[in-house]
């Protein structure tokens, strides 16, 4: 959910009056200039702060405790409880907001789904995850590789639901030839069916008992069946199923009515195959709306299944039919069961979520989470869903419901519902009351978290206020809105420097739409409108559709209206731009320039590129692989093409088939960024010593190429590492040298590297601190510059990393590494503990796992060690110490 959700304290009246053209005014001095008159009430709304929204997510007060809880339980559960299991992982991830670990529970959820309907659910989950990327899929086909090895994209029903739902099939026993037979003449209307006896008897007990029982049937050759609503077509069709076991060249219409027949007269085999027949006939949402009907009337779960497939398919544009919406709000638990068997609560799971990523307060929404409420089963679904569902009765403004969901919630043990009920009572005038909820949770904590000091902080004011939200910034330096509040706090004072220096602390580390937009509204009270376009262009190159002033005006609006006070630059211009801010390494004001540039520049295929290197270097995947894709999509011929195809396939995991794709670009025609590309995926790709020779040949045939000073900086860069790994210092300091004369300013670090392993480490000290001066709060350069001092300065340096990018684990490790050097176990463990409260990091976890088991805490070291197994199943050496402290649990 971008933005925020509005505040309670925003009146209807300020919305509808909002108007950003009164801050834009084309004739200057019609607005105050910021410093010499105090603010108007247009720039006092202009940084209004938003309250943080109660988020719809689980959020436990111990994620390592539930973490490890449930790799516990994966270890020894029956099979059938495994996906439910990775959900709720998914849901811790999702809490934590680690968007990788997410993707990677749903992706085992889906592998470890132990019926079909958790396959089509899980499935669908995954392919809604993987939106826009299905370039990734065909350019594995291309590449003569499986397209499952992108994820699922359809689960064929009729291949699984065989064994799943409803048991093998047996052959029809039929009649020895040794056998008299003796017919049966059925009247529908006026038609008469002549019918092998035996073999209708043995389509159920109910026609065995009518046709060999007590029954006056049994002594009939002629019995009516017009009143039982089958055609004569259709009793036609039995009749032959009951000779040979199949309903081949069956009409739909003719099906339903076998349907039903069987139903009425519990003919399981002949309802199977027609089940199965059904659901191989849907191949659009009209045919699911009309059969699933039908599947939930006479129980037919194969019928139900190949309908919800088809209807998850197509997600989120299904939730758009109102037929659709009303199948899955208006179900109950028979037919819940019988459409999606035992996966309700994932169902809806991944429902309310689609839902509330729309729009969290529309009425379908609320239903969606109503059924995820009825679907859950044990606690943590029950938190879950009481949570969710809650916060959507507060957005409603429906505070009664959302106080009964919150309450249920926290007494199931989700203490983040306090929140909400927080909310609640303040919205009723008890602001006191509030408070005291928020103190008490946090006295009765045995390790508070920075939430809980941020939603007190909204119920007290001055010192107090002030005091909460920078311990809220000590404990989780990742919450946006202290900063936010300080730094708007700030700058209503008229202290300007110190409000952009807030701001621009948490957008050194964190990329955050809501920071930039209120430093954007800064930079536009201070009529800086060259700065506010560059904050706009970046907000827009992350989000195209993104929304501003709490979603009431499109950011694309408020750009336009901004670039009628900024000089407009020429292409040779944005050109000197881009190296400045390259150089400088301001990723930020790269993305501004590159976002002006493709309005009129024709290379746009480049410029795409370019641009995702930038979005990677920021953290920001998803915003990175739409930008490589509008690459490929504007790519200027094949072999251009080819070459963002296999930055695609490369980023995504599939080193080898990117290879493939640079291969086939270099037939077609040599160029850099083929070569490049080779060079890098081999280069990480490969174990082996001997192929560096190959990644240095590749490089060097880049260079040759033509290209601009901002690759060739980046190759020569590469190249330097490559020599550097081969211990040819001399050929690296070569390259590091000629990359810094084309402003390259990120080889100081390579050359950093040759000065310390040439035993100059006050050289290598000193080429660090020339990169710190170039560039932008480079927290990667003070932590790279910390290996070339004396402990003392390592210390210092160590500390601006955690000051500059608190999301860096390294710093917590090295202080921790020195505390348990000195005996100081108890501050070592606290210090790595300070991190994990915010970051859920293998690294992290093994260190104070490592710690715990060094101390004889072996109930601690266990914990650690799941936890960390739930965030990589696969680290060699956390398997290694799970397994040796699990050999000595009491």
């Given at each position: ?22 801050w ?32 719809p ?28 299991l ?45 939106q ?26 009729q ?36 019918c ?19 029954f ?12 039982n ?18 309903l ?16 009425k ?26 059969l ?8 037919a ?7 919800l497939q ?15 919406v ?26 309310s979520?689609?839902?509330?990523s ?28 009481f949570?969710?569902?809650?916060c ?10 959302a ?6 919630a ?9 929140s ?82 807030e ?22 009270a ?40 900024v ?35 024709a ?65 077609i025609?040599?160029?850099?960024e ?12 490969s ?21 601009d ?7 020569l ?7 550097v ?48 001066e ?20 390592t ?52 260190l ?43």
């Amino acid at each position: 959910m971008k933005g925020f959700f509005p505040s309670e304290s925003c009146k209807e009246s300020q919305l509808s009056s909002f108007n950003p053209q009164s801050w834009l005014q084309v004739e200057r001095g019609k607005l105050s200039k910021f410093g010499s008159h105090p603010f108007d009430s247009s720039i006092e709304s202009l940084i209004k702060i938003p309250e943080p929204p109660v988020l719809p997510f689980f959020k436990p007060v111990d994620y390592v405790q539930v973490l490890a809880e449930i790799h516990e339980e994966l270890e020894s559960c029956p099979k059938n409880d495994r996906s439910n299991l990775y959900l709720l992982q998914y849901e811790v991830f999702r809490g934590l907001g680690e968007v990788k670990l997410m993707r990677r529970s749903l992706r085992s959820a889906w592998q470890k789904a132990n019926s079909v309907h958790e396959k089509i659910v899980f499935g669908a989950w995954l392919k809604y995850e993987k939106q826009g990327e299905e370039v990734i899929a065909d350019s594995l086909a291309t590449c003569g590789k499986c397209a499952e090895e992108f994820g699922p994209v359809d689960i064929p029903v009729q291949l699984d639901l065989d064994a799943s739902l409803l048991g093998s099939q047996e052959t029809l026993l039929l009649v020895t030839s040794d056998h008299v037979l003796k017919n049966v003449t059925f009247r529908i209307g006026d038609n008469r069916i002549v019918c092998d006896r035996q073999r209708i008897a043995r389509l159920s007990a109910p026609f065995n008992a009518m046709l060999n029982g007590c029954f006056s049937e049994s002594l009939r050759d002629d019995i009516d069946l017009s009143e039982n609503n089958i055609s004569a077509s259709g009793f036609i069709a039995v009749s032959r199923f009951s000779t040979t076991g199949n309903l081949n060249e069956v009409s739909s219409n003719i099906l339903l009515e076998i349907l039903v027949f069987a139903n009425k007269f519990c003919c399981e085999k002949l309802k199977d195959a027609c089940d199965r027949k059904l659901a191989l006939l849907i191949t659009s949402r009209d045919d699911a709306v009309e059969l699933m009907e039908y599947a939930l009337e006479e129980n037919a779960p194969v019928l139900a299944a190949s309908c919800l497939q088809q209807f998850l398919r197509e997600l989120p544009n299904c939730l758009d039919d109102d037929r659709v919406v009303e199948i899955f709000v208006s179900a109950n638990k028979q037919e819940r069961q019988i459409m999606v068997g035992s996966a309700a609560f994932p169902l809806y799971c991944l429902l309310s979520e689609v839902a509330m990523s729309v729009d969290s307060h529309s009425d379908k929404t609320a239903y969606f989470l109503e059924q995820l409420v009825n679907s859950a089963e044990c606690d943590r679904q029950k938190m879950l869903a009481f949570h969710q569902l809650g916060c959507v009765r507060l957005l409603r403004k429906e505070y009664d419901e959302a106080e009964c969901l919150f309450e249920t919630a926290l007494n199931l043990g989700h203490t983040y519902s306090v929140s909400g009920l927080a909310r609640l009572v303040y919205i009723r005038g008890h602001q006191d009351l509030a408070y005291d909820k928020l103190s008490l949770v946090i006295s009765s904590s045995l390790h508070p978290l920075g939430w809980m000091y941020q939603e007190r902080s909204l119920y007290c004011e001055g010192s107090q206020k002030v005091e909460d939200l920078e311990k809220a910034t000590e404990l989780d330096p990742t919450l946006t809105y202290p900063y936010m509040f300080r730094a708007a706090s700030l700058m209503r004072n008229q202290n300007v420097q110190a409000a952009l220096a807030e701001i621009n602390r948490v957008l050194g580390f964190k990329l955050a739409l809501e920071c930039l937009e209120l430093r954007f509204c800064f930079y536009l009270a201070l009529e800086d409108y060259r700065a506010a376009l560059c904050d706009i262009q970046a907000i827009l190159t992350l989000s195209p559709d993104y929304r501003m002033f709490e979603g009431r005006v499109a950011a694309s609006q408020l750009r336009i209206l901004v670039r009628e006070h900024v000089e407009n630059w020429t292409a040779a211009d944005c050109w000197l731009q881009l190296y400045d801010r390259w150089s400088s390494v301001d990723d930020i004001g790269s993305l501004s320039v590159i976002y002006q540039m493709l309005e009129s520049d024709a290379l746009k295929g480049v410029l795409y590129f370019r641009q995702s290197l930038l979005l990677l270097r920021l953290n920001c995947p998803k915003a990175a692989m739409r930008s490589l894709q509008l690459a490929r999509q504007h790519a200027s011929t094949v072999h251009e093409r080819l070459v963002y195809e296999g930055w695609i396939l490369y980023d995504t995991g599939h080193c080898e088939e990117g290879l493939q794709k640079a291969e086939e670009s270099i037939r077609i025609k040599r160029s850099f960024e083929a070569f490049f590309l080779k060079a890098y995926a081999l280069a990480d790709s490969s174990l082996d010593v001997s192929c560096s020779s190959t990644v240095i040949s590749l490089l060097e045939d880049a260079l040759k190429c033509p290209s601009d000073r901002l690759r060739k900086g980046q190759a020569l860069n590469n190249l330097g590492s490559v020599y550097v790994d081969c211990g040819k210092l001399d050929s690296a300091a070569d390259c590091y040298i000629n990359a810094l004369k084309i402003r390259h300013t990120r080889a100081h670090q390579g050359l950093a590297r040759v000065h310390y392993l040439r035993n100059d480490k006050a050289a290598a000290y000193e080429e660090m601190t020339k990169l710190i001066e170039k560039a932008r709060n480079n927290a990667s350069a003070y932590e790279k510059r910390s290996e070339y001092c004396d402990r003392d300065l390592t210390k210092i340096d160590l500390e601006m990393v955690t000051k500059l990018d608190p999301l860096r684990v390294y710093p917590y490790r090295y202080r921790a590494a020195v505390l348990m050097d000195s005996q100081k176990e108890k501050e070592a463990i606290e210090e790595l503990s300070r991190a994990i409260a915010f970051k859920a990091d293998l690294h992290l976890l093994h260190l104070r796992a490592a710690f715990h088991e060094h101390i004889g805490d072996v109930t601690g070291a266990l914990r650690d060690c799941r936890a960390a197994l739930s965030v990589d199943p696969n680290h060699q050496e956390m398997l290694e110490l799970h397994s040796r402290v699990n050999s000595h649990e009491p």
